[in-house]
């Protein structure tokens, strides 16, 4: 049976992300989680994170990178039922994360069912229809197709993340190439408890449609340049392509 939860978040240039993270992290009156940062890092800020996490959260630097990042913080993980949780310095994720720790015994009880590899149900704060069309299709991917993104609060025990080898160490597409790799093995299953996110990934810089305030084109271009990566790297793409590919728009 479980009964506690280690929470993996791995950070990288997000200073003020992690400052409302512990504010919030210290306003909760359990004790049956801990939470592990794992930064990426930048030596300018290293110690003032520590500092800001202090004694009651574990923080360890690691190289950059998810998966490397996530691995690592596997490894330092005590219990056996392990939230992995997305910080990117873009997202102020202090209202995400709070919604997320609060549901957290929705996630013990979910392995104690016989959950081995899930996720929780994505939702945007964001009101435009397309934005809600792009949860939808999360949602939908994460039930039908069993593919889960980081930004779903994917959770393993640990003989499953064990048995599954981890995150593949690769710039991009950890998340969705360890979906895949379970499939068969540990099928995806999404509870219904709500993680509520940022529209975050779809500001990827990508000429005037991409920045703020979002445009309806923008999301769309988002929602395409999303299908096209997946689809390269089913062909074998190399990661460190498709990276530089994501990263040009």
């Known amino acids: 049976m479980y009964s506690k939860l280690s929470i993996v978040i791995p950070i990288y240039n997000e200073l003020e992300n992690v400052k409302n993270i512990v504010r919030q992290l210290d306003s909760i009156g359990k004790d049956n989680f801990e ?95 397309l934005m809600k069309i792009c949860g939808f299709m999360s949602r939908f991917r994460a039930k039908k197709r069993k593919i889960a993104f980081g930004d779903q609060g994917v959770f393993f025990t640990r003989y499953a993340f064990e048995k599954l080898g981890g995150y593949k160490e690769i710039g991009i597409m950890e998340d969705y190439d360890i979906s895949i790799r379970a499939k068969g093995v540990y099928d995806l299953v999404q509870i219904d408890t709500r993680i509520v996110t940022s529209s975050r990934r779809f500001y990827t810089g990508k000429g005037r449609f991409n920045k703020p305030p979002l445009t309806d084109i923008g999301i769309l271009m988002v929602m395409r340049d999303m299908q096209v990566f997946q689809r390269a790297y089913r062909r074998g793409i190399d990661p460190d392509i498709i990276v530089k590919r994501y990263y040009k728009h």
């Open 35 to 129: 939470v592990i940062f794992v930064d990426g890092y930048r030596q300018s800020d290293s110690d003032l994170l520590r500092d800001i996490i202090g004694p009651k959260y574990k923080y360890i630097r690691s190289g950059k990178g998810r998966g490397r990042q996530m691995n690592k913080g596997f490894e330092m993980a005590k219990h056996d039922l392990i939230l992995f949780l997305h910080c990117d310095k873009t997202l102020n994720l202090h209202q995400t994360f709070l919604l997320t720790i609060l549901s957290f015994d929705d996630i013990i009880s979910s392995a104690n069912r016989g959950v081995e590899f899930g996720c929780m149900s994505i939702y945007f704060n964001d009101s435009r229809i």
